[in-house]
């Protein structure tokens, strides 16, 4: 599967965006999706998950971002409400196909990855 990620760019604090990522080859609707970001200097991160039962998010971004899917159009989406500078990086989705072994929040959890997005947030 091929993940395309879109929709970042510069937004002021407290300014949402949506990001999307548009998957080819394989239809997503039962894979493991993630949301992750990184900061310039520090490491990815995990931001937000789907399967096919549930969601989970970060700490830093519970409240604000919704993680979600259309299975019509093979895209995962992030909606980032309330955006924080803090927020500012570049972000990636990521697929993996069956659950196995490992956590969702784990970037060694994901076989399949976009090229990334940057969001800035300004204050």
């Known amino acids: 599967v091929q993940l395309q990620a879109s929709g970042g760019g510069l937004v002021q604090a407290g300014g949402s965006l949506r990001l999307s990522c548009a998957a080819s080859?394989?239809?997503?609707?039962?894979?493991?999706m993630g949301w992750f970001r990184q900061a310039p200097g520090k490491e990815r991160e995990f931001v937000a998950a789907?399967?096919?039962?549930?969601?989970n998010y970060a700490d830093s971004v519970k409240g604000r971002f919704t993680i979600s899917r259309d299975h019509n159009k093979n895209t995962l989406y992030l909606q980032m409400n309330n955006l924080k500078p803090e927020d500012t990086a570049v972000y990636y989705c990521?697929?993996?196909?069956?659950?196995?072994?490992?956590?969702?929040?784990?970037?060694?959890?994901?076989?399949?990855w976009g090229q990334g997005t940057q969001v800035t947030v300004s204050s």
């Open positions: 990521a697929a993996r196909r069956n659950p196995g072994r490992g956590s969702y929040n784990s970037t060694l959890y994901y076989d399949y």
């Open positions: 080859g394989r239809t997503i609707t039962y894979y493991y």
């Open positions: 789907i399967w096919r039962s549930g969601t």
